[in-house]
């Protein structure tokens, strides 16, 4: 049975939500990728962690306040703990390797190449890890020209947005930045979402009501 999917439950609550958050996280992890390049002491390591830590953590919040937007009509849906929060592991760790190359060899096209293709790809990793944590009565299948458009999306936006923080200065740039960079992440997040249909099992079926008791043909 195809389930009836809904991906803006709340109107445009969840979207605007998701994308401003996605914009806080780009803007404070791009500002500290941003400041690592100008210190070559100990404190460049820390700058760096710290920014792979917000956009990470952008990422993921902006993920699971879009997925509160998600429904399934026929079917509750429910999150297994340990892949959820497996999934933010994994989005700071593959977006502070991104960084970390851009941080320590510097803004050459090379490196934000490499550095931009690895935090795309911890965007995309880090989605359809959190939508392997979803549980609901059926199965998830994906449109593979869809998802692959997905991940082209993250991986372009996501090195525009770190060749912005590191080549342009000033205020306006860095938001410019973090904007590219909420786009990266809403972007990708609700492509991939278009490429999502779920079949639901018998389990998650509705059944039809039982038929009424036979009426007594007694008249005493």
Not at 70 to 99: C, K
Not at 173 to 186: I, K, N, T
């Amino acid at each position: 049975m195809q389930g009836t999917v809904d991906g803006f439950s709340y109107g445009l609550v969840t979207p605007v939500a998701s994308f401003l958050m996605a914009c806080l996280g780009g803007a404070l992890g791009l500002r500290c990728t941003t400041r690592s390049l100008r210190h070559r002491d100990t404190f460049k390591a820390g700058w760096l962690v710290l920014g792979a830590t917000s956009i990470g953590t952008g990422i993921w919040t902006m993920h699971f306040i879009a997925m509160m937007g998600f429904s399934v009509q026929q079917a509750p849906v429910d999150y297994d703990r340990p892949i959820t929060f497996a999934s933010l592991g994994v989005a700071i760790l593959m977006v502070g390797i991104g960084i970390l190359i851009v941080g320590y060899r510097g803004a050459t096209a090379l490196t934000l190449v490499t550095g931009g293709t690895i935090t795309g790809l911890g965007i995309a990793t880090m989605h359809y890890l959190g939508m392997a944590g979803m549980r609901l009565h059926g199965r998830v299948e994906y449109d593979t020209a869809t998802v692959a458009l997905s991940v082209v999306i993250a991986v372009v936006a996501a090195t525009t947005a770190l060749w912005a923080a590191v080549s342009v200065h000033g205020f306006l740039a860095s938001l410019g930045a973090s904007l590219v960079m909420g786009v990266a992440v809403s972007g990708m997040h609700y492509t991939a979402m278009a490429a999502v249909s779920v079949h639901l099992n018998g389990a998650g079926t509705p059944r039809p009501p039982p038929p009424p008791p036979p009426r007594s043909s007694c008249r005493c």
